[in-house]
């Protein structure tokens, strides 16, 4: 477990280059709700840029929504503070806490969806009229800010009559009209169906570059974090795993716990080679001692040449050939087809490796293998990270450790 030392050095350096403005700086912000011993959130921080999507990804109760709500004001924090920009929004030991409706936020929760009752210009209008703003200037700023989402002309239609695309980009307008610093969404697409939840990925990515303001986006969909996000922040149990660009998390996870949550894996045994202190490890894979492969290791201390080792491989770093009865080439190691998935685009199988275990690999749908084929597996040389045997402990390392 890292210290609160590494946590708070991590967080003095912005996730941007410093051209970069920090809209949003959450700093050791901590959560216990009343009636619980376990804090939702545990001593959280993150900086996050103007024009940048952050993400906040993990399990089902890791504290996702409380970190959004304390943003937003809706929860109190215990510890921490939070800024915008220079502004100080919470300064927990001095009792400061500026109220939700002046924190100039946008707001998409997936519980808040749109009034029903209301047409689509009284919902986007809404939070302007609660600011006494005049008739003419709202009317502008509901056309522009639906032309924005993709909804011209749709002021008079009433909420019940929208599709549930429509709904969700009203709440986005809604959430927009008031020119917010910062965007908060939690699981905005969680009530659209695969292709729309595709769509609407695209256009908020597209939207989010041509305002360049701060979102704050909440998700337990992997796919639509590691697309959308400038950095995410994946937690467990209330504490941040680790903080990076969706591809450091991808390609070189801090843990086992990124690892198995960000993406598929299938694990080697194998043996160290060679370890260089800056975290290459050559590793010879268990069974094909001629297959030796490269790998990430964030504990290189400990793996001395000769260590047994787990390789972690992700299933398109795996090429899938057909084998025969006789013994695996060089280079290559041996497998045996357990189940074979046609899910469209590609196989899925499952190999039982000769020595190892089973896997996962992908493979072309032009030439399929069936339940029982012996195949060679060869693994990309390079690009997959190294876990000792017994690693166990959960790791905090940050983008800037
Ligand atoms: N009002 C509350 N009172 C007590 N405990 C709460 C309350 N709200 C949330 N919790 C607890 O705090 C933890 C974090 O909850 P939170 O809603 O932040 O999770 P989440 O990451 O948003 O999960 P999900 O993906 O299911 O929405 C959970 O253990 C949850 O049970
Ligand atoms: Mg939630």
Redesign the pocket.
């Known amino acids: 477990m890292a210290t609160s030392e590494t946590r708070g050095a991590a967080v003095m350096t912005p996730t941007k280059g410093p051209d970069k403005a920090v809209a949003v700086r959450l700093e050791n912000l901590s959560k216990t709700?009343?009636?619980?011993d376990?804090p939702?959130?545990d001593t959280l921080s993150l900086d996050i840029a103007d024009g940048e999507v952050f993400t906040l990804l993990?399990?089902?109760?890791?504290?996702?929504?409380?970190?959004l709500r304390m943003v937003a004001g809706l929860e109190v924090p215990d510890q921490g503070d939070i800024y915008f920009g220079d502004r100080e929004i919470v300064i927990t030991e001095r009792g400061r806490r500026v109220p939700p409706e002046k924190r100039n936020i946008g707001m998409v929760f997936q519980s808040y969806a749109i009034w029903p009752h209301m047409t689509v210009e009284q919902n986007v209008s809404f939070p302007l009229k609660t600011r006494h703003m005049g008739r003419g200037e709202i009317k502008d700023r509901v056309a522009n800010v639906l032309e924005l989402v993709g909804m011209p002309g749709l002021e008079k239609r009433p909420g019940p009559l929208l599709s549930g695309g429509q709904q969700q980009r009203v709440a986005l307008a809604r959430a927009l009209v008031t020119e917010p610093r910062v965007l908060l969404l939690?699981?905005p697409f969680s009530n659209l169906d695969a292709k729309l939840r595709e769509q609407m990925r695209a256009e908020l990515k597209h939207l989010q570059q041509r305002l360049n303001i701060a979102v704050l986006f909440?998700t337990?969909d992997q796919i639509e974090a590691l697309s959308l996000s400038t950095g995410i922040a994946l937690?467990n149990l209330?504490v941040v795993q680790q903080r990076g660009h969706p591809r450091l998390l991808y390609e070189e996870p801090a843990n086992e716990f990124v690892r198995d949550f960000v993406g598929k894996t299938a694990l080697f045994k194998g043996e160290v080679r060679t370890a260089n202190p800056s975290g290459q490890v050559a590793v010879a894979i268990g069974g094909a001692p001629d297959c030796v492969v490269f790998g990430r290791s964030y504990e290189t201390g400990k793996l001395e040449d000769g260590r047994e080792v787990y390789i972690a491989v992700r299933p398109e770093d795996l090429e899938i050939m057909a084998g025969d009865s006789g013994a695996a080439p060089s280079g290559t190691i041996g497998a045996t087809v357990v189940t074979a998935l046609f899910i469209g685009e590609r196989l899925e199988y499952e190999v039982e490796v000769d020595g190892q275990s089973k896997i996962q690999v992908y493979g072309p749908r032009h030439a399929p293998f069936e339940e029982t084929d012996r195949v060679w597996l060869k693994i990309r040389p390079e690009g997959h990270s190294v876990w000792p045997s017994d690693w166990s402990h959960v790791a905090s390392i940050n983008e800037d450790p």
């Open positions: 709700y009343p009636g619980t376990v939702a959130v993990g399990p089902s109760g890791c504290g996702k929504t409380t970190t939690d699981e909440v337990h937690m209330g």
